[in-house]
């Protein structure tokens, strides 16, 4: 069954820049080192604080999830931005009912 992860992420406002071009590598890096594990890594950005970012990321079961949380890149993610995010807040959701064929 898939996993969806969503995060809050508030970076200091002289980070922003330096903070969102390294979170898109990120997920980019992600997409490309996880296939078939990582199936989505969305990053939003809120239109009114610009320190506010919003994170949607379809992993394909909880091997996925875990495989991403422990790999390489992940770690120097977090070593690279620790520094300039100030709040983090994450969920983890479940479907209530199986995906349709297809969806």
Known sequence: MTVLHTAHLRAKPDAVEAYKARLLRHAQTSLAREPGGCL???V?????????FFLIE????EAALEA???SPHFAEYRRD???WVIERQWWYWQPLEPAPPGA
């Open 40 to 42: 989505r890594f969305d």
């Open 44 to 52: 939003h950005h809120d239109r009114n604080d610009p320190t506010l």
């Open 58 to 61: 379809i992993y394909r079961d």
């Open 68 to 70: 991403h949380r422990s």
């Open 81 to 83: 931005t620790d520094a």
